[in-house]
């Protein structure tokens, strides 16, 4: 798959997402909707956001360090954007049971932070050359 395809598939990808996700919040009604409504509802929102995050963290990258490997930009794109798509749904998550307070969105920050710095540090380093 190259560059384009990708960008162009993930585009599509997001835009359907946010059209279902939009679709859920006109359509269903909370109240009778049950839980198949609010899985809907938090589904379409983490692929949306995922989506989302990923072309701009990736649009970033590609504009900031153009010397860099175009795989390796995308799949951390990806990975943060998964991440971030995990705080806010699990910090909305938490804001409807009425549990969201300051502490829990630090624990869970942190929790991703750690989870990130050790994606980050499992980096392949080169070995040294020997003489």
């Known amino acids: 798959m190259t ?4 960008i162009l598939l993930m585009l599509l990808s997001t835009c359907g997402a946010w059209a279902a996700w939009l679709l859920v919040i006109n359509y269903l009604a909370p ?3 049950g839980t198949m409504g609010f899985v809907f509802f938090y589904l379409a929102l983490f692929i949306a956001i995922i989506g989302t995050t990923t072309l701009i963290g990736f649009a970033i990258r590609y504009w900031l360090r153009k010397d860099e ?3 390796r930009q995308v799949s951390i794109s990806f990975r943060q954007g998964i991440s971030l798509g995990i705080v806010i749904v ?5 804001q409807d049971q009425k549990l969201l307070t300051w502490w829990n969105l630090v624990i869970l920050i942190l929790a991703l932070t750690i989870i ?5 540090s499992m980096r392949r380093q080169v070995p040294p050359e020997q003489d």
């Open 31 to 33: 109240e009778s909707a």
């Open 116 to 120: 990130e710095f050790f994606f980050l």
């Open 90 to 94: 699990l910090a909305l998550l938490l």
């Open 3 to 6: 560059l384009r395809q990708y």
């Open 69 to 71: 490997v175009v795989f």
